[in-house]
């Protein structure tokens, strides 16, 4: 039991200690033992041809999916523009205070190659604020998104929950001598709305209200947007940009919402 016990601890260090694409030979009384490891198995073989080793497991691809990210949100033109047409201005955002903040709380990898290409899915959940610069205070009862402009009104803003599911490839590239790792993902993600209201702070009588309206105003119920993802280790940068209008076809300005900012993969 003592012999046998001391093979087995020689085996394993053994296993440990060899690097990759290596045959050892251990010679153990009148018997011997061949280890042979190549990049994704381990295997030992005595005299007599039985394997007494178990291969070891691959090595899987693990995605920077999970993880939260915090940047700004704002809409684009069809053609492309940050600066909207006059006559949809009561949109403009108050940038800096347009806020978007992702939680994505499920990870699901495939591996293509091990642990350097994959394919990233899961489930996340994305808040979008956008903030006006005017007073605006909208109005989604009537046929389509009307508005109208409250001199009471401090603080306006609309605010959109989403549930996201990605699609996305992505890669790892040892950087820094294999000490880090670059990832690089782009990829589908699609967006079911969940929940939306606009909010307004006003001040009558110099006393602080708050006003919530729970109306989707014609948002979209539906959308995907694009996204890029590049950043090392557990630190990135992200931008998500939705081909899809923000409103409804004809109930609503032609906008297409837009996200960038940092990540923080779990």
Same mark, same amino acid.
């Given at each position: 039991?003592?012999?046998?016990?001391?093979?087995?601890?020689?085996?394993?260090?053994?296993?440990?200690?060899?690097?990759?694409?290596?045959?050892?030979?251990?010679?153990?009384? *009148?018997?011997?033992?061949?280890?042979?490891?190549?990049?994704?198995?381990?295997?030992?073989?005595?005299?007599?041809?039985?394997?007494?080793?178990?291969?070891?497991?691959? *090595?899987?691809?693990?995605?920077?999916?999970?993880?939260?990210? #915090?940047?700004?949100?704002?809409?684009?033109?069809?053609?492309?523009?940050?600066?909207?047409?006059?006559?949809?201005?009561?949109?403009? #955002?108050?940038?800096?205070?347009?806020?978007?903040?992702?939680?994505?709380?499920?990870?699901?990898?495939?591996?293509?190659?091990?642990?350097?290409?994959?394919?990233?899915?899961?489930?996340?959940?994305?808040?979008?604020?956008?903030?006006?610069?005017?007073?605006?205070?909208?109005?989604?009862?009537?046929?389509?998104?009307?508005?109208?402009?409250?001199?009471?009104?401090?603080?306006?803003?609309?605010?959109?929950?989403?549930?996201?599911?990605?699609?996305? #490839?992505?890669?790892?590239?040892?950087?820094?001598?294999?000490?880090?790792?670059?990832?690089?993902?782009?990829?589908?993600?699609?967006?079911?709305?969940?929940?939306?209201?606009?909010?307004?702070?006003?001040?009558?009588?110099?006393?602080?209200?708050?006003?919530?309206?729970?109306? !989707?105003?014609?948002?979209?119920?539906?959308?995907?947007?694009?996204?890029?993802?590049?950043?090392? !280790?557990?630190?990135?940068?992200?931008?998500?940009?939705?081909?899809?209008?923000?409103?409804?076809?004809?109930?609503?300005?032609?906008?297409?919402?837009?996200?960038?900012?940092?990540?923080?993969?779990?």
């Amino acid at each position: 039991m003592k012999t046998t016990c001391i093979l087995l601890s020689v085996l394993y260090f053994s296993i440990c200690l060899f690097g990759q694409n290596d045959t050892t030979t251990i010679k153990w009384n *009148k018997g011997r033992i061949l280890i042979i490891t190549n990049k994704s198995d381990t295997m030992a073989i005595d005299n007599l041809g039985q394997t007494i080793a178990k291969p070891a497991r691959q *090595k899987k691809f693990k995605s920077k999916w999970d993880g939260v990210e #915090l940047g700004l949100s704002g809409f684009m033109t069809e053609l492309g523009s940050f600066v909207l047409p006059n006559q949809w201005n009561y949109l403009d #955002l108050n940038y800096p205070k347009s806020i978007n903040f992702n939680l994505n709380i499920v990870n699901q990898s495939i591996t293509l190659i091990e642990k350097k290409v994959g394919v990233a899915t899961g489930i996340g959940f994305g808040w979008y604020r956008y903030r006006f610069n005017r007073p605006t205070l909208l109005m989604g009862n009537l046929d389509t998104l009307s508005f109208t402009y409250d001199s009471l009104i401090k603080k306006s803003q609309l605010n959109i929950t989403y549930l996201r599911i990605p699609l996305l #490839l992505e890669f790892h590239i040892p950087i820094n001598q294999a000490k880090d790792n670059l990832y690089i993902a782009a990829g589908i993600v699609g967006a079911l709305r969940i929940k939306s209201y606009g909010k307004y702070v006003y001040y009558p009588d110099h006393n602080k209200r708050i006003f919530k309206d729970n109306n !989707d105003f014609y948002l979209t119920p539906i959308n995907y947007s694009f996204e890029f993802r590049i950043g090392i !280790d557990n630190m990135g940068i992200y931008f998500n940009y939705m081909p899809m209008p923000l409103f409804k076809k004809g109930k609503g300005p032609e906008v297409y919402p837009y996200s960038a900012g940092i990540s923080f993969p779990f």
